[in-house]
């Protein structure tokens, strides 16, 4: 599953996410911030005022933004999310998927290096047990 992450906006600036989330696609994402938001606006209240001028920023691995979620569209609406955005064009749609297909390469890359290091390792050991 791909990794989001949830940078949060907020008029001081930007406070990144540094753990992220897998999720099923961008969809689920929008929603998960959806639901986070109206727990994250009690906190956020008390401490500096008014949350409808912050927002979500979810990007994807590499640090490319898929979407900003503002809280004041989730607070606007009575708390209920609204229906995830559709893409712009099939273009952008591919590139998001493209992106997370290079992420899924770049793992199996590394871990098939990994393994052919392991097995050079298991192959000289046994040279000097023979």
Known sequence: MPLFYFHLRTPAGLEPDEIGLELA??????????????????????????????????????????????????????????RPP????????????????REQHEAVAATLSETYRLLEQVRKACSLMC
């Open 25 to 82: 696609g961008i969809e689920a994402a929008y929603l998960e911030a959806c639901r986070t938001i109206p727990g994250l606006c009690a906190d956020l209240i008390q401490e500096a005022g008014s949350p409808s001028r912050r927002s979500f920023e979810i990007t994807d691995a590499a640090g490319t933004l898929l979407m900003e979620v503002p809280f004041s569209e989730v607070l606007d609406g009575g708390g209920k999310p609204a």
């Open 86 to 101: 559709k893409f712009s064009s099939l273009a952008e749609q591919t590139q998001i998927l493209i992106g997370a297909v």
